[in-house]
Structures are given as C-alpha cells and as structure tokens.
C-alpha cells in the first residue's frame, strides 16, 4: 500500500531519524577497550531520566516483561506477601506472574477504567501492622485503559502508615513521558521498556532499583540467571554485559537520550500533556467516551476510546489497518471488541495527531459510527490553539 | 522538534521505506561485470513509466533541470524556432533555459492558473505553413501553480495541423503520477526527475525520447558534452555510463520501479486524483480558492491555494515549518506570498493527506485566516468516502 | 581512526548488507492483522537450519544466555541429574547456570582445548542402569578454545546404552556454520543465538525442542515466566509473542534466512571449513599452535591460537584494536592472557580472512612474536588455491 | 557471495559510517527556512579542504565530469588558446571535452606513466609573449596510470615567465587526499568529485574558483544554464540552490568534513603516503612494475601494476570480482589489459590494504602470474612497521 504506515499503538512508538540512524551500523566487539565508553555514560544518563541519583539501573536484552521478571526474582522471595491490584490487562500481567513467581497476592480488583485504589491501599498498610506485606505494585499507566495512577499518593500511605514495603512501579509506557520521581516518590523498582517514551525498537528491558531493593536483592531467595543483578552488577560496574547485549539498541539509545535531555523532561511532559488534551477533546467532540472513567485517571500516552453498542471493535482496527495503512490499538481481554486506543507517547507533533485522528474519523465513519467528519480533528485543532494562547498568555 | 517532519511540498517526495533501504548499501563498482544487470534492466523498465516502446530513455546524474537542458542541446540547435508558454514559475524557467541556449522563442504568456493555451499552439501551427517551428513545448504539470494542461491535445493541433515539429513535454511533476503516453501522444522528449513520483531523493534527471529525437540529435549543432546522447549511448547500450553514476539512487530506482509496477501505474494515477480531490474538497470547504482558474486545469499532483487579502504566504510556510514541523510549498515568483501548496504525489495515502490537512489548519487559524477548524479535514474525508462508495457501487 | 573496523571476533559477526538493509526500517505494530505472515514462515524457515522437521523453535528476545535458560527452566526440574562436561568458558558458564538452577550436575572436567569425552560419556549413561540421568549436555562448539565436539558421537553412546536421557546442545557459535542435525542426532533442546551464524545483531536467542522436550516441558517444576514455552506456544500458534518482540531484528532474520537458503546450508559448512583451513594453515606456518590439543577438535568457526611465552595475550588484543582498527577475540578465563581468537564464521570469505590474518601478523609482531612477515597469509593463500585445485579436479 | 564486497578501486571508495548514517533520512525541504543552515556552512567548509580562502566552491548536482564542464564553460570562451597535456584516460577526456568545447587546445602528449611535462610547459609559457594562452592544465592525478604531477611547479613556471593564464587543475582522485593548496599555488580552478577523497556516493561535482576565475566568467561567452556560476552564485549567497539538490548527499557531506576535520588534512596526507608506500611495497615484492615510471609520478591515491606479459588484465579483474568479491580497478584505454589498479584512498587503513593485498596475491596466482605467496603482504607489513618505528623514533 502506498504512502506511510501511521502508527498510532502505545508502543512500539515511532522512531526518531537521530534513533534510527545511530542504529544502521556495523557489528562491533562488545568486548572491545572502548566499550565502557558507551556503556557507563548510559547507564549513568539512563537514571536521569528514571531520577533515580542514589540507585543502579539495569538494561536487559529482553522486553519490559523480561524486567519486571527481573524485579520480583532478585528482590523479593517466594512466598513474600505483596499487595497489587488490577484494572487492565497489563495490570493483570503483572499479578498473573506475582502469582506464578510464588508470592501471596493481595490483590484488589477494581473496576477497567480506573486505577490503583490509593485509599485501600492505604487501609491496607495501616491495618498490616506486623509489615507482613513486603511489597506494593503500582502500575503508573495501565496501557490497556488509558490510566494513570498516582504513584505519590501510595508513597504518602506507605508513610503515613509508616510502611517498610518496597514500592514497585510498572511505568513501561509512562517513564519518560509522564512525570516519574523515583528518588523523590521513594521508588525501589521501576520498569520501563526501550519501544515506548525512549522512542527505541522492542528488545530493552529497564530496571531502575533504589539500594534498599539492591540490599533486598542480596538476600532474594529466588532463582536467577539470565536476569541476575549479581552477575549484571559485577560486569556493569566495568562497562560490560554479563552476556552479549544488543549493541545497535544500545547506539540507538544513546541518540534518544540525548535528545530526551535536549527537549527536556519536564518539555516531553508537557507536550504530551498537550498532544494528549488534543486527543481527548476530538473523542469528546465525537461524543464517545473514554474507558477511563474520571478525568483523574486520563492518560497522557494512551486514550482507549470507547464504541457505541453494535460496532466491533475488531473490525475498526482491523479496518484502519487494511484499508488506511493505520495501526491503531485494539482492545484487550474485558475490553476487547469494545474499545480502540490512540497511543500518543514518544516522537509526536500535533501533524501526527491530526493525522491519527483524521484516519480514525473516517475509519469511523466506515465501520457505521456516527460521528459528524472534522469534528474531532476540529476540536483538536482548537484545544492546540487555546493552550498555545494560554501559555503565550502566561509567558507574557 | 519532536516528531516526524510533515513533507507536503510538490517534490522532493516522501522515500517508501523499500526505496530508502535499497540505498543503504556500502559502495559499489560501477564498471564491475554485473553492473549491467542493474542498468539495463533500468533502462528497460524506465521506459514503460514514460510509455515509450520505441525510443530511449537516459538517466543523467542530475536534477530535472540538467535534463532540460540535455534535450535540447541535444536534439536542437542555435536559432530553432521553438513555440512556448508561460504560466508559472516553471514553464518560465523552461522558457528562460530556451531563450539562453539561443533558441527563437515564441513565447505565449498565458495568465498564471491557467495552462498551455492549445487553441493558440494550433492557430500557430496551422499559420506556420513553413515549417518553422522546429519544436513545440508543454510543461504537463506547473508545480508553481498547481495546473495540469493537455498534452494530448497538443499532439492533435501538430496532427491537424500535419506539422513535423518535435513535441517536448516538462513532465518532471507529473509522470509517474498522472497519465502520461509517450508513444501513444507523439512525445519527442519527456523530461522527469527522481525526486517527484519516483520517490527517489533528488539527483536524477530522467529524459525519454523518440527515434525522431535520436536522430534529430545526430545534426544538433549545440555543444554538450556532460549531456552528450551519444557519449551516453555509447556506454548505456553496454550498461555502464561515461562517467561514474550515483549508484545508491539507482539501487533506490530499482526498489521504485517495483514498487510503481506492483501497484500499476492506473491505479497509481487514479489515487492521486482521489487524493487531489480530497484536497480540493478541504480547499473548498475553508472557501479558499485554488490558483488554477478551472477545473479542466486541476492537478492531482499539487494544489496552489489563494491566501485571503492581508494573510503574509510567506509567514504561512514559515510558521507551519517552525511551529508544526510541516514544509508546504510556497509561492513563487508572481504568487510569492499570494499561495501555499499542498504537494501530494508520490508514495501518499488518505492519512497523509489528513495529517497535512489537519497541519494547514492550525497554521492558517493562526496566521489569522478565517476558516473553521475541522472543516477541511471534514471534507476531505466525507470526500473519500463517497469516492469509495462510488467504486464500490461501479464494482457491483 | 580511518577505515573499516575489522571484526574477527567468533561473534557478533559482519552482518551483510542485505540483513542491515532489512533492519532499516521503521516500527511496526506487531498486533497487526499481517504480522503473522512475517512470523509464521519465520519459525518453519528457522527450524530448517536446526534440521528439526518434527518439534518447534522459540525465538526469545535474550542473548543465547536466555535461551540456555528457557531450555532448562521448562523442560527439567530442580533436583534433576544431568551429566555435562566442561573445558572452556562456555561450557563452564552452562555448568554454573545448571548448578545454579539446582540440578544435581555430574560435571566431567577436561583439559581445555579439548571436547566432550564421549567414552567416559558412555562409561556414565552404561553404569546409570536406573536411568537417573535426565539430560546428557553438549557443547558443540567451545567458542572460548575453538573446540568442536562430536554431537553424533555422543547420541550413538545414548542409544548404546538404551538410555532415554534428553541431549541438550549448545550450538550458539556452531548452529548455522557447522554441520548440526537435530532430527537425526535426536536433539532435544538446541539453542543458539541471532549474533553468530546467522548473520544478525544480538538480540535474539533460538531454542529449537523435540517432542520429547515439549512433552518433558509439561511437567517440568521450574517456575518460568519470561521464558515459558507455554506462554510462548500459545502466542506463537497464531504467529504473535506474549510480550512485544524486537520487530527489526525479525526482519533481519528474514533476510538472513533467505541468504542462508539461498547459498545452502551444506555449501555454508563448506566454506566455513575451507576459510577454517585457511587460519589454520597460517597459525602452522608462523610456528604457532591452536588451543585445540588435536586435529578431531578444531572447529571451524573459530581458532584460539596459543600465544609464545611472555607475551601478553591483553596486549595483543588492545594493541589491535587500538592501531588497527581490528577486533581479534581475547582469551577468557582459564586461558585469559595466553591465547588470542580468530572468529572465521558467518558472512565471510577469503579476502576477509586475509585481511585478518595480515592485521593478525602486523599486530602479533608489533608484540614481539617472532613470525615471519607474510608468512601466515601466504599459506592459507596456498591452502585456499590447493582446495580449490582439489575441487576443480573432484569435479572433472 | 558471502561476505563484504572488497572495494578497492581508485573511487567511488568506501564510505564510512558516520557518512552513511548520515545519509540514511528521510526527505527534506530544500526550500525550507533552516535549509541555510546546513548548505552555508557546507560551503565554507568545503573551501577549507581546498585550502581556497579567497574564492567560492560550487556543489553541483552531477559527476566531476559535469564540474570539468561547469569550469571551462564559464571561465573560458571558444576560441581560447588553452595548453594541456595528455598521459593517461583521464587526462584525455578532459582535452577531449576541450576540444568538443571549441578551444584551441595545445595538448602535449606524453608517455603514459609519466605526468604533467613541467619544463615543456615552462617553455611554452616564456615563449607566449603576447600571452595568447588563456589557461594551463594540469591533472594532478592521472586515475588510470597512478601518476602524481606537480601542481606547484606550474605554478612556478607560470611565474617565472610572468604570465598570467588561468591554471585548472584536476584534483578528482587527488584533493582531500593529496596535498593542495588553492590559494598558495594560484589554482584558479580546482575540480573534484564527493566519490573519491570524500568518501561520499557519487552524485557531486566541487568546484573551486579564485576571484580572478569569477572575474573571467563574467565575460565568459559559452552558453551556460545548468552549469552556470551566476545562476549558482544568485542562490547559493542565500543558502540554496538554483534546482533541487540532492539533500542525502549534502548530510552525508557534513558527516564527511566532519571526519576530515577531526583526522587533519596533514594527517590524511600523511596517512595515504604511508599506506600508498604499504603497496608499493608490495608490488616490488611481487616483482612487479607500476605503471609511473619513476618514484616522482607515484601517486599516494593510486597504483597501476603492469602484469607480465601474457597475463591479460581483463581476467585478472573479472577473477578478482567473480571468484573472490574485489573490485580491482581496470586498465583503461591504452593500458587495458596490460595493468590493474589498486585504489588505496578514502576511508582506508592497514588492516583494509593488507586484505587488498591478500585478495590480489590470490587472483594473481589463480591468473598465471609466477609471484611468492604472502611476499607482498608481508613487504607492506615490513613498510608499515619500518614507517611507524621511524615515526616513533622522531617523535622521541
């Protein structure tokens, strides 16, 4: 088919030319001299972006999954008690693997749509008084809904209830587009991914780690090899990998950390913030809802958008897909069918969102949705214009 | 700035990702053994874009300008008569070229937005009962101005007119994209480059001629040597060039031509006028005018739209490309400041075409022009659908 | 510095243009409705190269480290025997990985420089008349010494014995270059990697299973997320991944597998042994020895070559690679300091390889080895014609 | 085949990394508001390589053949008395374009395998008293025969007899490699090409201009258009050009003045000498003769090897590419047939010349040719080592 492929999923991401360019190179010797002049300054920039100053990060050859699997094995031990909750199918994941790696889940189902229940999680940390819970799972952005939960709010009930638990993040497709604090917020693991906000292909897995999850690590019970942070930590710490690392995604994330830095962080939140305000007022404009319930859990990197009765969700995608060249994303599991999701996260402008939802107002418009055509496109437009107004405003 | 570069100038064209791969490739020797099993089959296949069976095509390590000039210092000489017209930037430059390589130039200056005047051509060639008039040119497409004109029916005024004047035609913006016969209309010389429907970057100057050109050149007593046929033929018929070629674009041309074949070129020229008619839709809906006067002189390769009174096109192109990352064309010459173009040809889509829709918005609400936001893009879209259901109803 | 890096490190091997041609490209949605025609093919072409007609193939986003993993984490249990032997540095990190995931290891210790002992092999599996012996491991290739051992050999003292031990192979540096037969040889689990023969960045880990190992994986009592075959079985089926998969380097795999298809696997053994004898032939005539102790060991996709008496292996390498631009494989372990290593595997072919060995001499007497200049390339330039004389006249 | 193409042909060379990452992008707006500030930059930087401080550099779109034509086309008219000098294929072609230009070309013919006939020249400048000569030409390097003239001593002689012709130099396969120095020598135009010493595709012409050659165009009576320095000039002040160039090759001229600047003009020359003297070296070992017929024509760029008799050089050429991936260069012309040729410029270092070396013992004995295998590899390795203790014995 001609023209671009628009791809508008929530990771993989588009990549950036700087990202693809550093990645078309030869093969080169991972063990070679000049190596660590690669690798220490990324792992060294690597925590800037998680803000983590007093820990150690992690790189695995492997997905997000891979590092998940690696937070839980090296720091907790079987049988541990964890509390978590699910309300996506990321969500549900994670605690599907807490449950096979052998810990005793607490886990409190709530609604899709909304995001960790910070009051429960507090009632249950008071009433924990003999701190049998060794840990709390937070999933930042549940990428199946579209929600963000607030990570701070359970660090301020593990503190007021005076908790020792480690506080695990899953910030796969928040961590570089949404604000993340991870020294700040008190964060022992956080995991992210190099296809979603680092704006890198599939194939890294991020670990970042306090060093009360480094302490925990050493005394961790479970087995682990591939995933061993004794074994990364002891060639890390000299510039190498404990086995051979993908050398290409390495490159590729040195060029999108830098231009992470060049933008800016706290830039790359606000544009998203933006881009993301775009999206949401064309769903409103075309008068569907989004599966995330209240405006306190919008995402900024994903909207899944719910369909009216009658409209196969598979078939919007599905029709998107072959007949505009669009890659939106489908729904999983409980929403399956029913929803559709935009990413919006990593290399984007406002051209690029208005050209995702003008593919998806006439994908729409195709599979029967009543929707007026430009309406959505045409209330992004104008939310762009009045928050550009407002912050001239403001500036001036 | 964050996100992809929105390229909607008429040329160069957005690489397929096919194109852009073949041309990543380490150097080469171009006068290896297996050279000529690139080219020849180049210069075979290049032909059947031009629709030219019975002549040949030449492939110059330049811009469409040096195949301009290759025509007719080759197939010309000093003191020809030849017939013109100018109604945009392009076909001034052509006359331009004419006037400086010695040429007798009778040029007609027809009002900009309106194209070759055929009625003219055939009064003068019926008048011209002499012979004089050694050649007759047409540009196809004015990329300034965004019209098409009949190169047809030039052919039919030569005819009814029982004249033997070499038919030259500019198609540098339009083969590849819209029907051009070479045979079929009795082209002598059609000029093309890479970077328009071929979806090549620049630096390819293509000309396709007809035996009677071939042997016009044999008396051409213009002086060339960078663009000499015979050097060319001398070394093309063997597949190797006189001098050392651009081997990565011609890789790139290989991938280009499969691609232009795997579609068809009627299907190819019928999306881009099913794509122009969105844009046309949107130019409408935002009560712009295009430049070009009527309809019969619509392109489907690129739209030149009338700024409203007091709107700087200048300060449209530019802040387009500072604030949303997107290049759009811009006026030139006699419209500079006067019009912004739209290019859409090449490797396009509906999506495309909404992004750059969508992208004109923004910049024309803010640089002050009264349109309503979505417009456009509402329908471009309710534009494409009809258009799709049309084909569905003529398929039934 | 100027010029190609030379890499002649036994891998990460050159990668050929067509492979990094076909991981340039930008990301894809790999939910989408025709991934799986990408993936399916995918999985039956890479169970052609293990020759493993009857069981399947995981592909892993890992290093062959991970794949190692999946192997023994799914098909045994902690508590299991299993029978391995070590003489390298590969081959003594799979012992230690096998201890470490619990299993009770019966580990036979051999000079290095040798391979697997099949007769004390036999001596074991013939004594084990319980059958208590649940996987027999071999490693086919010991990258860190450049010893191959007989996998055959090994199978044929499995059926001897009537034991119905599962085989395990670590091909990582061997599959793709060296004779491997999984269906005859009655293979349960051999894993290799993208990084070696087949031509690729790091990245990928392969595991290709019998029946037998599929089956044995259903009651296997590891706990295993990441690398669960069942996780993977169930996504795989319907040409999909549990987690996002590394899209380009699938791509890569695709083009890699076509090259290798194209030149044949038996050709590929071939010229892997006819470069091999090239290095070979030169390490003999600059008075050198390899580390493997005798002929049936060499291995034909990489040498490690004992260095003199005081010279310092470190030096040799650093000293390469610092004034040569030349990657040149260092001793590990064991051997660190007293060997260094010529990696001839992959996309490779004469000239390469002498201009490997010419970087080697220039290097070897910068160091102080006392070897005659042009040596070492002139005698494998006369093994190369020599075996090419043969060949002609086996021919005629 | 398997494994990398060996380029070694006098140009188009090997194109580093950085360069051709550099070049992998996506298209861009050659009209856009930062276009300048990529081109502007180019230009002045590209003067330094020419060591040129006074005059302008054209980039044209096309081969170095096009820049000869951009030269003489716009400085001279026909009619002009012109002194040349013919010793080889390239110095031929450029009095043959000459002659096609309509100059009274005064072509000293000299043996192949010597240079420019300084002492000739000198005596024809003295004995011109009226100064009828408008120009003087020198190839600095004859690509086709490996021989180096005196550009300085030209210049010497055009002083001495005080006269004051234009001096062109053919710097294709010379400047960025060999020493020259625009200014210092009074070069009026210098032609180069990106494919040789700039390690770039080929597809720009560069050409080098003194204020007094600008004067001259001014006056200059040949038709130009596509060559034309005002049509330059008129854009190029403003940072574009007058067609569309060829933006790829421009990003990739960056990256390469880049490494360039980063290696030192003095460095590269330092670095071809050495390497040039690697081959040399060589083919004395081999026994064999270069076609420069004393060690003041050597080029540093370049070898052309004269077989024995009875060995016929087209077969040497094709068995190099068919039997073992090396491009060779050809004899041309006069000497087909009878030399090959090495290219040893560009991106190169030992480890590349020692496989170069390898590759051609290989193909010379496969041909017939009686030399020692590994003699002259193990000569040039001898060199290099000689060279660099005598560096380091200096430097102490």
Redesign the interface.
Known sequence: ???????F?P???????EV???????????????FPELTLPLFADLKKVFKNETGRVFIY??????AW?AAMTNVLS?GDNVLMSRFGQFSHLWVD?AE???FKVDCLDMEWGTGVPVELYAEKLAADKAHRIKAVFVTQNETATGVTSDVAAVRRALDAAGHPALLFVDGVSSIGSIDFRQDEWGVDCAVS?S?KGFML???LGFLSVSQKALEASKTGR??R???SFEDMIKTNDIGYF????????LRGLRASLE?IFE?GLEN?FA?HHHLANGVRAAVTAWGLKLCATEPKWHSDTVSAIRLPEGIDGVEVI?HA??A????L??GLSKVAGKVFRIGHLG??????V??????A??TL??CGVKI???????????Q??AA?TATTARAA
Not at 242 to 249: E, K, V
Request: aromatic share 6%; with cysteine; glycine share 14%.
């Open positions: 088919m001609s023209g671009y492929v628009h791809l999923i990771g993989p991401t588009n990549i950036p030319e693809r360019q550093a990645m078309n190179l030869s093969m080169e010797d991972m063990r070679s001299a000049r050859p492997s997905s997000g999954t891979g699997e079987p693997m096979r790696l052998g991914g296809q292909p599939a194939g479970h087995i090899c591939y995933f404990p086995y051979t690392p993908p050398t290409q995604l231009l933008e790359i544009r599905q897909y072959r505009y060249n669009t890659s994303g489908s290399s984007l402008n406002e051209g690029m208005l050209g995702a939802l003008g593919a107002e006439l418009l195709d007026e055509a430009g309406s959505g496109v045409g209330a992004a437009i104008n762009f214009r550009a």
